[in-house]
């Protein structure tokens, strides 16, 4: 079985980068950084204030220990400082403890300082050190651009972080030889779907066991996974079990499109049709009965695994886990425990004799349970030697034989001496915010909390609650139940006097029978219109008594009545299709800080009616205003100019909001302002300029004519986007007093012509959007935007030239001009700019050719050539001097005539549609090419290395001339693809498929247009000569982006294959497998071949004999027959 390490995935940083700040934090360091964070790495950078003095801070050793991947940027200066060196020690540590990735860039060492400044064994450490990272592999800076390097580190890095590996544990103790005896369990083998039950009690460590085992077996054979964490507490709603449904499918079919699942049932038979026939791993975490193991797992495919978490043992009976396959998790035992314990509590540090005293009795308290040590561990961390006593007393206080629940109060109620808000925040997460984003969780709790980002970070080092790498904040079921239990005010079986309501039997409950008390802090009424209680009406008479709500959160309910219910402590109101036609004036609680109120776009659902906006004089504390999608509104009340505190503002999809008060000006403190689709504003606030904190501006699809010129004086704005403002006609010269903008989208405002002339004065500018404009040309200014990464120019129909300065820009990465019909020629110095990565020059009827390409000139950075449905005859000399390009399309080049030479490092050829092209280059050297698509070039005659393309992966000949393909698949194609250490997928029609492959023995075929499975025997020597299998398939799916799985399988392999892909009625994919990852064996009786759709399909067995045969058969079978049978009838001919 595969292995992997069980703590691969910390849960801050997936990348941690370690350089001499001196040398290279401005410059390689700074650019690596940004690409990494631009491509969604969550990258940590040390800021220079953490770096004062010699030795390494506590704080940045605890970031090393949680990051996945190390990058050591060896400059010339790194060796000579101890931070630096230390930082290395302790990287490599993780290296060897953890099988953490460690990348090392150029190096050079400067050593011999330190020796009369440092102990011997310093000395001797940091030698080591270097010693073993000189002898990974890494990236040598020479020879390449410093913009190459960057992007490989990133792709690279790309590749490494798998997004299925879940967050296991910060000190995994105990687990590896828990992990062993569940994965020597599966050894002995099983037919069917194996189910693995894993029990025990609460804080035991299941859910943590679980993952290790799930991060192991990924890399099993399996074709999905999906983890489906707390179960117990999801599935207590109706959307929860939907949810749970969903969230399998998407992650099983890994589509681009995601399934919705509006019921139940809906979501039952869509796993069933879908998911049935594919190898699966899914873990089912915290069951509790058996219907949501039900509404979850339909009958898998052979192969499938499934592993179930669960306190209770006699579930495993009813979900038929067989009693071999049961695991049930007991207590770490003495050693495990205080090596736990001490990790948590000492770090890095020893303790004192004193301080072990305390230890042995607080590990008595814990009983082996690893939950209760990391609390109780996390929350000693650096305490003074008192506090421990202080903390042990407590301890002593509890009753023998009080429960592990009982005990781990003590660490709640030492969170409220520290700080009474922090087990106020504690309670807060335990009732509402599990599963939630962090930013938006912190955002919701500054409107009552100080300095909750800090206090979350407080939290997540005492263990309390997690943040994962999506970062979504987490938390223990256990911990969660005692939070929601200390909630409850001893009072469990009376909500109106708990202090939180998150239930929808409890918030009913309370609304419906006035029974709510001034105990309640906050509610949470979190459900769509299937909800049971949904769409119902209640009182305003119900929040009466509720004086120190903190949180309302409503969604699909109606309140009814007078507002005058002070709520003085409201701070934040959420309201979900809110019916109300007009905000009640009566209802103004001071201390206000958020007010969200969600309309909907959609027909089906009751659109919000509100028309008009509150008097918002008496809501003085709001920072954030939400009325997105009111579609009936039609103004916003002249106070809003009075709300000095507002940071943001949204009113996108108000599309009936006819003006903005020009007092809106007035808003100091907005910083965010999204008015996207009010398709009835005709014009902006002419003093907008006046907004003097705003940074992000959505004002897409609006109606306007120009923009203000006081937009100029937004001298903080970083984010401005006006695509689709159709109207739009002119953009005012002070838009180039931006000098903080980044981005800047203007895409199809169609009535533009014309950009600034001193576009070059945005500064700041990385991304600028200009596509389907009416420009005639582009202001030389352009060519200055030196920060520039990103432009696209595509679909400007009236453009004729490019200037020559554009190519003068030494950060632009991506480059579109596709569509510019009227350009006719573009500069020599195309190929100059120096980190271009991707080139989108595609869809010109009038160019005729390409600059040439210099060796002085070529652009080293590009990776994705785009020359696409052009009138081109040849393609630029010089083109195989771009040697990192991987990814080059042609397609539809209908006048090309011939390709010269091409760079070595190609993965993608797309020339399709290219009805002249007669010859291609020799082929031999594109050793990492993986998919050649010539699809309708009929006219091509040779193809020459085909059968050298050893990594090749998918070859197009589909509309290929016939006499050309037979030759091309009769010339011992098939045995060279054969010997490949990989299965390659052919793509031809169906007239063309190779007669001698269905006049065999060893062949079977079916028609069906539902998912089939069918069945080949085979005869006692079927091994002998045996070079590969034959797939055959026809009409595979339909549908865009939806995954199609096919698998073969003999007694002993098993072979899958995921395709996403459309295909005509004659269209044939033929797909090798050689024997080298499907071998058949003499003890092999039959093999099994399955598909998820598809309406014909069959199974060849290539021996050496039918590569004989080939050309015997090919001799005496014409082109004519062979072309003029267009039904598919070789699937049919032996069954």
């Known amino acids: 079985m595969a292995s992997y390490p069980l703590t691969s995935t910390p849960t801050q940083w997936d990348v941690f980068l370690s350089f001499r700040g001196i040398d290279t934090r401005h410059t390689f360091t700074d650019h690596l950084y940004t690409a990494l964070h631009r491509t969604g790495i969550r990258t940590f950078r040390d800021n220079p204030e953490l770096c004062s003095g010699e030795v390494i801070s506590d704080t940045l050793l605890q970031v090393i220990q949680e990051s996945k991947t190390y990058i050591v940027v060896f400059s010339k200066n790194y060796a000579s400082s101890p931070w630096c060196l230390d930082e290395l020690v302790e990287i490599l540590n993780c290296y060897k403890t953890m099988q953490r990735l460690v990348i090392p860039v150029s190096f050079e060492e400067a050593f011999k300082k330190h020796h009369t400044r440092f102990s011997t064994d310093t000395l001797d450490k940091w030698r080591n050190a270097l010693t073993m990272v000189g002898k990974l592999s890494g990236k040598v800076c020479m020879n390449m651009s410093e913009a ?24 995994p103790v105990g687990l590896d030889s828990r992990v062993k005896v569940i994965t020597s369990m599966l050894s002995s083998g099983t037919q069917g779907v194996t189910k693995i039950g894993i029990y025990g009690m609460g804080g035991v460590g299941k859910t943590t066991l679980a993952k290790a085992l799930y991060n192991q077996l990924l890399q099993g054979n399996f074709q999905g996974f999906s983890f489906l964490a707390n179960v117990r507490e999801t599935s207590g709603t109706t959307i929860g079990i939907t949810s749970l449904q969903q969230q399998l499918i998407n992650d099983v079919l890994k589509s681009k499109t995601i399934v919705q699942v509006h019921n139940v049932d809906q979501g039952t038979s869509i796993i069933r049709a879908r998911i049935s026939l594919i190898k699966v791993l899914v873990v089912i975490d915290d069951l509790e009965h058996h219907k949501q193991y039900e509404s979850l797992v339909e009958p898998f495919d052979s192969g499938s695994l499934v592993i179930i978490t669960t306190r209770h043992e006699e579930l495993l009976d009813s979900v038929e886990v ?37 230890t042995k009795e607080i590990l008595r308290h814990a009983g082996g349970l690893p939950l209760a040590l990391e609390v109780f561990g996390s929350y000693l961390y650096k305490r003074p030697e008192i506090g421990w006593q202080y903390f042990v007393e407590k301890l002593r206080q509890r009753i023998t034989n009080s429960t592990i629940q009982q005990r781990l109060v003590i660490s709640l109620d030492a969170l409220e001496s520290d700080d009474p808000m922090l087990k106020k925040m504690f309670l807060d997460i335990a009732c509402f915010f599990i599963g939630r984003i962090k930013e938006d969780v912190v955002n919701i709790m500054e409107t009552y909390y100080l300095y909750a980002d800090h206090n979350i970070d407080i939290l997540r080092k005492r263990s309390l609650l997690t943040i994962n790498s999506k970062n979504q904040i987490g938390m223990h079921d256990l911990l969660r139940d005692i939070g929601r239990e200390v909630s409850c005010n001893n009072s469990p079986d009376e909500p109106g006097k708990h202090s ?35 769409n119902l009406s209640f009182a305003t008479e119900a929040f009466k008594r509720m004086s120190k709500l903190r949180f309302l959160h409503l969604s699909y309910l109606n309140i009814t009545g007078s507002f005058e219910q002070k709520l003085e402590d409201l701070r934040w109101l959420q309201w979900y299709w809110c019916p109300l036609k007009y905000f009640p004036s009566e209802f103004h609680p001071q201390k206000l800080v958020v007010l969200e109120l969600h309309g909907s776009t959609m027909t089906e659902m009751c659109l919000l009616k509100l028309t008009t906006t509150p008097d918002f004089t008496k809501l003085p504390h709001l920072e954030t205003l939400v009325f997105e999608g009111c579609q009936s509104l039609v103004t916003v009340d002249i106070s809003i100019g009075s709300l000095a505190r507002l940071v943001s503002l949204n009113l996108g999809g108000c599309v009936n909001l006819t003006s903005l008060e020009d007092n809106i000006c007035n808003l100091k403190a907005l910083e965010v302002l999204n008015i996207q689709y009010c398709s009835s504003l005709k014009a902006l606030p002419v003093e907008l300029g006046n907004i003097e904190s705003l940074k992000e501006l959505n004002a897409e699809g609006l109606s306007i004519v120009r923009l203000p010129d006081s937009i100029g004086c937004l001298r903080k704005l970083v984010n401005l986007r006006l695509m689709y403002n159709k109207n739009l006609e002119i953009l005012p010269h002070t838009i180039c007093n931006l000098r903080a903008l980044e981005v800047l989208n203007i895409g199809c405002c169609y009535s533009l012509t014309a950009l600034p002339k001193n576009l070059a004065d945005i500064e700041s500018l ?55 019909e009227r350009l006719e020629t573009l500069p020599d110095q195309l190929w100059k700019i120096p980190r271009l990565r991707e080139l989108v020059a595609s869809t010109f009827p009038l160019l005729r050719n390409l600059p040439d390409i210099q060796s002085s000139q070529a652009a080293l950075s590009l990776k994705r050539l785009d020359l696409s449905l052009n009138i081109l005859s040849a393609l630029p000399s010089g083109i195989d001097l771009l040697l990192n390009l991987e990814h080059l399309n042609l397609s539809h080049c209908h006048y090309l005539l011939s390709v010269p030479e091409l760079p070595t490092k190609l993965k993608q050829i797309v020339a399709c549609g290219c009805e002249s092209l ?98 080949l025997d085979l005869p006692a020597n079927v091994s002998q000569n045996f070079l590969a299998m034959i797939l055959c398939f026809q009409n595979l799916g339909t549908i865009q982006d939806h995954p199609i799985f096919y698998s073969v399988k003999n007694n002993t392999q098993d072979f899958t294959v995921e395709k996403s892909y459309i295909s005509n009625y004659h269209e044939v994919q033929i797909v090798i497998v050689p024997k080298s990852i499907f071998p058949i064996r003499d003890g092999d009786d039959r093999v099994e071949i399955s598909t998820t759709r598809g309406e014909i399909f069959g199974i060849h067995l290539l021996h050496e004999t039918d590569i004989m045969m080939i050309d015997d058969y090919n001799q005496w079978r014409s082109e004519v027959e062979t072309s003029g049978c267009t039904c598919p009838l070789w699937f049919l001919k032996k069954q």
């Not at 540090?349 to 072990?356: A, E, I, S």
């Not at 492959?997 to 028609?1007: K, L, M």
Request: aromatic fraction near 10%; proline fraction near 3%.
């Open 918 to 1015: 007669k010859k291609l280059p020799n082929l031999l050297n594109l050793k990492q090419l993986e998919t050649l698509d010539l699809g309708n070039c009929s006219n091509l005659r040779e193809i020459q290395g085909l059968k050298d393309l050893s990594s090749l992966l998918e070859l197009f000949m589909q509309g290929c001339n016939s006499f050309f393909l037979k030759h091309t698949l009769a010339d011992h194609l098939f045995q060279i693809y054969s010997g490949f250490e990989h299965h390659t997928a052919i793509y031809i029609r169906s007239r063309e498929f190779p007669d001698w492959i269905n006049e065999s023995p060893y062949w079977i075929g079916q028609s069906s247009k539902f998912r089939s499975m069918m069945t």
């Open 148 to 171: 190459d390097i960057v992007n490989e580190i990133v792709d690279d890095i790309l590749l490494k972080i798998n997004p299925n590996i879940l967050d296991v544990a910060k000190y």
């Open 322 to 358: 067989e009693p071999r396959y049961r695991f049930m998790v007991n207590e770490l035992d003495n050693a495990e425990s205080l090596t736990l314990f001490t990790r948590h509590a000492f770090r890095n540090t020893k303790p004192n004799k004193t301080l072990m005293v305390l």
């Open 500 to 534: 939180r309501l998150w239930a929808s039997k409890d918030v009913f409950n309370v609304l419906k029978n006035h029974k709510g008390t001034e105990a309640i802090e906050g509610i949470i009424y979190n459900f769509d219109c299937m909800d049971t209680f949904s």
């Open 766 to 820: 990385k991304e600028l959007d200009a596509s389907s404009l009416s420009l005639s040309r582009l202001p030389d200014s352009i060519g200055y935007l030196s920060k520039l990464v990103e432009l696209k120019l595509s679909s400007n129909f009236d453009l004729e030239t490019l200037p020559d300065t554009i190519f003068n820009m030494r950060s632009l990465e991506i480059l579109n001009i596709s569509a510019c």
